[in-house]
């Protein structure tokens, strides 16, 4: 196929490529590719600017396991080729579990020979000189599933891995995992191996035989792999990782309707031309799982909200499946008909996550009372990502730089705060506009005792409660009430300027775009999407309320 390559560090862009793009035609042989390629040699376990292929055929046969060899060398010493991802998941699997042990029995000889060279050295200073190889696949296995345990492993006994459920049970062989489970720790160990970083790493069909929460993991798991320096490519048919991700811009499909041009689009791209497509991702996006509990949130289904969501969901109330619902008024809709929609439907749990916005405390304990809708502590689900400390390791993961130097916290922080003060007007408007907008509804109340009254005696007492209604409404937006309460809105939010509480009731939604597009001069969703996985991975108090309202349900 035709092909474009983009560098994403100076050294491929200035000493292979000569370029920052290289062309690839279909048929026409590339000899700076290959060069580039045959110059793909690693040693110490690192794998930089390549290509990673897991294929679909992941089912492991029994594994050889072959004697350590205890006088060997490190096994991350030998030069590593750089097509060694190109070939079959299910041989570097069984290569895998022989490279572990080897690596395991050459740390117990560089313990001993350094105990043998420095027998002052305490136990913990030469442990911590060459840590125990399976560390870091210990961490995975607990991030991908919680509550079970790696345990050790004697290179003097090469076998299979072995687990504990809880502390105090005995010992599993990890045969005893569910499928899906051994399929997510294979793939996650076989990426982390060698510390994989600015490569292209194609995953084809990462559903297979896998729950949707585990899947979900996978993804998440692989993404934050490398320092966020690789870009991931998966093939998939799960409805539940498209409609999850369609958010992103990110999900694509194969056009075979046109042909002599590139026949990947957009999802969000189709139309009335693809026609069976558009039934079967119909049918398919719109099931649910029975059992589940279905939490409606404000946002469109393109709209990113249902990722950021999902994302803090998955880590905290994995039986929740998110969907978007539009604006808070279909939220207010849906409120008055769940009751009657659990009872119809078996086994559907159903809430509702709403803004802050234009709802004063007594709204917002009426509307919580029937412990179905939360609502967030902040203005926006945009005002949480207004933390400088995590947009600064943001930009940092994505290379955004000002006139080529790293962002600072207090640089960051600091053009938060001009903006929300030039935003003080804009927050203000949209305050009272949801303030009216849900506090002054024109309501009549009902005749009474109509068995008593004639046909014209009721249409007579109706336009009276009218006409009380509209005097009642009349009186609470007279000029002299709403400037009142304008004048008392805008020294609230001049007071939020003195401190950081502007940043929970500014237009979070406003602040964040502009910051955006002035300041990282870069696409908010790619700069949301970073910022919900450094938020998750490194600091997820900045999500707390959100962690807080999942873990209530």
Known sequence: MNLVVESTRELEEERYFEAKQLEI??????????????????????????????????NIQTIQYSPVNWLGEDPDDHETPGGFYFGQFTNRWQDFMNYIHQKSAVRDKKLATEVKSNPKKTAEEIANQHPDPLEKYQEAFNQLLPNKQLLPIDPANPREFYYRQEPNNEPLAFRTLSSGEQEVVKIVFDVIRKDIKHSVIIVDEPELHLHPTLAFKLVETLKSIGDHTNQLIFLTHSADLISTYYSTGDVYFIDNVVGGQNQAHRLSELTETHEDLVRLMGENLGLFAVGKKLVFVEGEN??????????????????????????????????????????????????????????????????????????????????????????????????????????????????????????????????????????????????????????????????????????????????????AWLDQEEERFKKYLETNEWKDHFDGKIIFSRFCGEVFKTEKIRVRQAYVDVAMSEDPSVFQDVIDIFESL
């Open 302 to 483: 393109s709209s990113i909200d249902r990722l950021t969501y999902h994302s803090i969901a998955q880590k905290h109330a994995n039986d929740v499946k998110i969907v978007p619902i539009g604006s808070v008024k279909n939220i207010g809709t849906l409120s008055a008909v769940e009751q009657q929609i659990r009872k119809t439907i078996f086994g559907i749990d159903l809430y509702m996550i709403r803004d802050r916005d234009g709802l004063s405390e007594e709204k917002i304990t009426e509307l919580e009372s029937n412990n179905r809708i939360r609502c967030l502590k902040k203005r926006h689900i945009e005002n949480y990502f207004l933390n400088s400390g995590v947009l600064a390791k943001v930009a940092q993961k994505l290379y955004i730089t000002s006139n080529g130097n790293q962002f600072t916290q207090e640089e960051i922080e600091a053009e938060l705060k001009r903006i929300a003060e030039d935003c003080l007007k804009v927050s203000l408007m949209s305050s009272a506009k949801d303030y009216l907008n849900l506090n002054n509804s024109f309501e009549i109340d009902s005749v009474k005792s109509l068995e008593t009254k004639t046909t014209d005696q009721i249409k007579q007492e109706f336009v009276q409660l009218t006409n009380q209604s509209i005097s009642k409404l009349a009186d609470s937006l007279k000029d002299p009430t709403v400037k």
């Open 25 to 58: 035609k279909k048929n026409e042989p590339n000899e700076t590719l290959k060069q580039y390629v045959n110059s793909r040699k690693y040693g110490r376990g690192n794998y930089t600017g390549s290509l990673v292929q897991i294929d679909s055929d992941r």
